[in-house]
């Protein structure tokens, strides 16, 4: 076996077996991202490295086509159902998914959610190009400790850009929720958000798992009255009923954060979602057209096709 090839297989080794990025490779071999590149190219038209589709691996392509086609969604990515930190595997899916979308300097707007949070954690790991995130929202105490601990870049690549709305996500009234909106410094953040390559947000059940209930934005009495006035999700802190129609509520007149309305009209909507709680929620989300990108897992995308 000569150098050549064997390099071609160590290179086809850690792409493949171990996980590790082009960069990383290129990192630990010394070697060019374009020589990586074509490199992996030759270990599979060479058959070094061949490629089978195991039963599971159908059973997952079906769920992803199946709702692809119930829902109109752009595309899907199911992974398997694990008992132990499902969101944290949805999440790692969610980073993967859009890590191989991303050109360099592109934007992504991030929804207020735990999920999503996850989800950014895990791209900011791997990213090798850069990239800017926006928040939907206000909540820059939830946004500043979600972006805590995020991976520190070396001085080859941008570090990512990080806007975030100045304001809380909710305020003591309309009038000055109205008044915020106006704010240039506000403003300015939620027109960015009208321009972004990619859209990431969370679906939550009404319960208190919710976000919005686990960092106090509201109290379990407001989320009791939220259910009796028929809210069966919310997206962006915003609550809607069985068919995705937002439900009327004091709580959104004093929210800062991108209506609902305006969110299918972003690009690329990716909701990143999934377990038994947030079935229905999930459901009349994709029903009510506010998604584009579906990513969840193996028993969520079974239990939506059933209903």
């Avoid at 969101?87 to 969610?94: D, G, L």
């Avoid at 009796?228 to 962006?236: K, T, V, Y």
Wanted: net charge neutral.
């Amino acid at each position: 076996m000569d150098l050549e090839q064997n390099l071609i297989i160590k290179i086809a080794w850690y792409y493949y077996m171990e996980g590790m990025t082009q960069k990383q490779i290129s990192d630990k071999l010394n070697i060019s991202r374009m020589k990586i590149v074509k490199y992996l190219e030759t270990a599979r038209s060479h058959g070094i490295v061949k490629f089978s589709v195991r039963a599971n691996g159908e059973k997952k392509m079906n769920l992803e086509r199946q709702l692809m086609d119930k829902y109109g969604l752009n595309d899907t990515y199911v992974v398997p159902t694990t008992e132990y930190n499902l969101n944290k595997t949805i999440a790692k899916a969610a980073a993967q998914y859009i890590e191989g979308k991303l050109t360099p300097n592109s934007y992504i707007n991030v929804g207020y959610g735990e999920t999503v949070s996850h989800a950014i954690r895990y791209l900011t790991s791997f990213l090798e190009v850069p990239v800017s995130f926006v928040s939907l929202s206000g909540g820059v105490t939830f946004y500043a400790s979600s972006m805590a601990g995020m991976r520190n870049f070396d001085n080859s690549m941008d570090l990512p850009k990080f806007f975030i709305v100045p304001s809380p996500l909710i305020v003591s009234s309309q009038g000055l929720a109205e008044q915020l909106l106006q704010e240039r410094s506000v403003k300015e953040i939620l027109d960015m958000t009208e321009l972004s390559d990619y859209t990431v947000i969370g679906v939550g059940a009404p319960d208190r798992t919710a976000t919005i209930m686990k960092t106090n934005q509201i109290s379990e009495n407001d989320l009791i009255l939220l259910k009796m006035n028929g809210a069966i999700g919310d997206i962006l802190s915003q609550f809607y009923d069985k068919d995705g129609n937002k439900i009327n509520s004091d709580l959104h007149q004093r929210l800062i954060t991108v209506q609902l309305e305006k969110l299918k009209e972003k690009k690329n909507v990716i909701a990143v979602a999934g377990g038994p709680s947030k079935i229905e929620s999930i459901n009349a989300a994709l029903k009510a057209g506010y998604i584009d990108i579906m990513i969840t897992d193996e028993c969520t995308a079974e239990s939506l096709l059933t209903l």
